[in-house]
């Protein structure tokens, strides 16, 4: 590598910023930017690669009911490429977990684990009294109890007295596809493709 890239001042090779946001070459941020924390959880911020992915962070933009940055005016950042924009823009702002800022940098500008596909899965548009939950729970059951993580341990627990498996299972699910990707590592991204399918 051209030594003059490690230069004081350049920051740090940010692998999200390559392999996932994808730039086409290489992309240095300050080692304590929004872009260098969140590495490969960062969707494409200059193409429509990810498009689909910006159209639901769009709407979950559009939904919510957290407080905003003043920067990320919903009545103005009101399309996919607008946002998409607006986090390309915000990429080396200087990291603080407790910023605003961040933290919406951190919900709207990257993978969520919902985004991923696998075998089989049960989407999150499928209704909580659907036939397919209680296909999933029972799948579930059949797991010891105590090898599950804690979350996963009290769906185990739900009977199907008044659809409460079918609940149970749509809502760790669906509540486990809006966390944020971490990788193919991620322990929720490892679990929901072994019991959020049929």
Do not use: P
């Not at 399309?79 to 080396?92: E, F, I, P, V, Y």
């Not at 407790?98 to 951190?106: A, G, P, V």
């Not at 149970?168 to 509540?175: G, S, V």
């Amino acid at each position: 590598m051209n030594t003059a890239l490690t230069k004081t001042g350049m920051g740090i090779l940010s692998a999200g910023a390559i392999g996932s946001a994808g730039y086409g070459g290489y992309v240095y941020f300050s080692k304590d930017s929004f872009a260098s924390k969140l590495g490969v959880s960062v969707l494409n911020l200059t193409s429509a690669e990810n498009k689909k992915e910006w159209e639901e962070r769009i709407k979950e933009l559009t939904a919510s009911q957290d407080k905003l940055d003043s920067s990320l005016d919903k009545t103005k950042v009101n399309t996919w490429d607008k946002l998409r924009d607006w986090c390309n823009a915000n990429k080396s702002s200087t990291f603080n977990k407790d910023d605003i800022k961040y933290k919406n940098f951190s919900a709207f500008c990257t993978w969520k684990i919902g985004d991923k596909t696998w075998d089989k899965k049960i989407l999150a548009t499928v209704n909580s009294d659907h036939a397919n939950w209680k296909t999933a729970h029972t799948a579930l059951k059949r797991k010891t109890k105590t090898e599950l993580s804690k979350g996963l341990q009290k769906v185990w627990e739900a009977t199907d007295s008044q659809n409460a498996n079918k609940v149970a299972m749509h809502k760790w699910c669906t509540d486990a596809y809006k966390n944020t990707w971490t990788g193919d590592n991620d322990a929720t991204l490892k679990e929901v493709k072994e019991y959020c399918k049929i």
